[in-house]
């Protein structure tokens, strides 16, 4: 790791456990929620997807001569309680916490890995590749709200409602992990409100392509 700057075991770590806790969720979230088989299958590749990004974090740890449970433990409390205080209550809610709700979170993973050795960036970015949830989420919720519009306010709720609650837990996890909150810092610069705007921004056309109204 001489190439590797302090924090990117916690930035591996927390990626793992993303990716696994977003694989387990999803799995959830086809068999409580998915109105049809199709869907089933579709957000079950989703989550397929997820463990084989799990996969590669592991074995990444794990050639860095870090233990992945190791890696991962200082992230559990933190993502358990987001996705505890974002249970989605029906299939587009799913969606939405799929697509917006991981989305802002992945974002911010990926300003960190700006100031990672180049192995770990590339492999990051694999990581972070939409693998199509994009196209998968908005079609479907696109079509929900086209066909009862009221669906659109309660769902901009919902996902701004998960952006809050991302960014306090990215708070509590800055302040545990001050070697992780350095690399954003670093990815940010002397300016680290334009990184924040970055995220909005993101965040405000994901939001769009649903056909929700952005929220903060």
Do not use: C, N
């Not at 916690?10 to 694989?23: I, K, R, S």
């Not at 991962?72 to 587009?92: E, I, K, R, S, Y």
């Not at 989305?103 to 050795?117: K, M, S, T």
């Amino acid at each position: 790791m001489s190439d590797s700057p302090a924090g990117v075991g916690d930035l591996l770590g927390v990626l793992a456990y993303a990716e696994l806790t977003a694989f387990l969720r999803l799995a959830e979230d086809a068999t409580r929620h998915a109105p049809s088989l199709a869907d089933r299958a579709a957000l079950g590749d989703l989550a397929a997807t997820e463990y084989a990004h799990f996969r590669l974090l592991h074995d990444r740890l794990a050639s860095l001569g870090i233990d992945p449970e190791e890696a991962m433990a200082p992230f559990v409390g933190p993502l358990d309680d987001w996705h505890a205080q974002t249970t989605p209550g029906d299939w587009l809610e799913a969606l939405v916490k799929a697509y917006a709700g991981t989305g802002i979170a992945l974002d911010f993973y990926r300003e960190a890995a700006a100031h990672v050795d180049a192995e770990t960036r590339r492999l990051v970015e694999e990581v972070l590749v939409d693998e199509g949830r994009s196209q998968f989420a908005v079609e479907r919720v696109g079509a929900a709200i086209k066909e009862d519009p009221t669906q659109s306010g309660r769902l901009a709720l919902w996902a701004r409602r998960m952006v809050g609650e991302a960014l306090s837990q990215g708070r509590h996890v800055a302040e545990a992990r001050p070697e992780l909150a350095k690399l954003l810092v670093e990815a940010a610069g002397e300016d680290i409100t334009r990184m924040f705007a970055r995220l909005t921004e993101a965040h405000g056309r994901r939001m769009a392509a649903m056909g929700l109204t952005p929220g903060p």
